[in-house]
């Protein structure tokens, strides 16, 4: 496990109370989720079994669930093209997920600022769980582990890219879908 979690780092815990699957397809809620170590944080707080169904909705829409972390350049280089898609794309059906890997000691000194000041409109989600060895796998075969990483997938096509993007190319992928 240590060795995944330095992949994830060079690529680029604990426990806590867990917000609900099924809210993700509402507007962003920012209602505070209490965790066990008595901190306030603003977004849900996953362990992947809880998060895995985010990952095979089949509702009719395309959703792009990008992997990320505050400490990871080439993730922040890219978010404003997320969140310039998650802009242009909502009428088409389209959701934007941010699932923050950061760890449970950034969420209120780190995530939260830097959500706030970016003004990211995305919805944001953190994934905790300490056992990457088994839920990397679980999100895509292909994925060694690095960030950023992102799925793109509707009902009938699925793709993962352990890459950055340029607007460009995130555009271009996300056509593929839509088209």
Known sequence: MIVLVLSIALGCGNKTEKGSAENLSEP??????????????????????????LLHKDDGKTYIINFWATWCKPCIVELPYFERINAEQKDNNVEVLLVSLDMPNMWKS??????????????????????????IPKVSEEWGGGIPATLIYNKEKRNFYEKGFTYEELNQELDKFLN
């Open 28 to 53: 962003q809620d920012y209602a505070l989720v209490q965790t066990n170590k008595n901190e306030d944080v603003k977004f849900p707080v996953y362990d992947f079994e809880e998060f895995e169904p």
């Open 110 to 135: 780190r995530l939260e600022p830097f959500v706030e000041k970016k003004g990211m409109k995305s919805k944001v989600v953190i994934l905790d769980d300490p056992k990457q060895n088994e839920w």
